[in-house]
């Protein structure tokens, strides 16, 4: 497929993916971007067309992983820390007594080691994330620049 390709179609390509790896410089810039650099040069080139497409997804997928993992690791975070409603901290029935206010905090209501569990599964997926998402932005931007379809994992297709 490369012979039928331009030098032109495939640069365009590669940058979309390249482009990509801006969002650490620029916030939503791994889709604000490509999305830009692939909605100008769509209708004129099928090989960018695609290349775009699955830059997007890919980067909207692991977008939507991420949020996931992050809306997932609260609720495990909290469930660690032992009941400071129920006889705890914040007993229900201390707010009733206004007057003697005493805010004692002691070590017992929260174990670290328990909260770090969450937190550490969580920031390892992150990590993964990040890693897959570096690897594979590379990989698909050098493909791309010889003339190949490439095809990312664990993408899901919400631009068909």
Wanted: net charge positive; proline share 4%; no cysteine.
């Amino acid at each position: 497929m490369a012979e039928t390709l331009t030098k032109h179609e495939r640069n365009v390509a590669s940058i979309i993916h390249a482009s990509t790896l801006s969002k650490y410089f620029i916030p939503f810039g791994n889709i604000i971007i490509p999305l830009v650099l692939w909605t100008a040069n769509k209708n004129e080139q099928r090989f960018v067309d695609y290349s775009g497409k699955q830059a997007l997804n890919f980067q909207i997928s692991l977008l939507l992983y991420s949020a996931v993992l992050g809306i997932l690791s609260v609720p495990l975070l909290f469930g660690f820390i032992p009941n400071i409603f129920e006889g705890g901290l914040l007993h229900l029935n201390d707010f009733n007594q206004f007057n003697n206010v005493d805010f004692h905090f002691s070590s017992d209501y929260f174990n670290i080691r328990k909260l770090l569990w969450p937190a550490g599964i969580a920031g390892i997926l992150q990590v993964a994330l990040f890693i897959i998402n570096i690897v594979y932005t590379i990989l698909a931007t050098l493909r791309t620049n010889e003339g190949e379809y490439f095809k990312y994992p664990l993408t899901i297709k919400f631009i068909k």
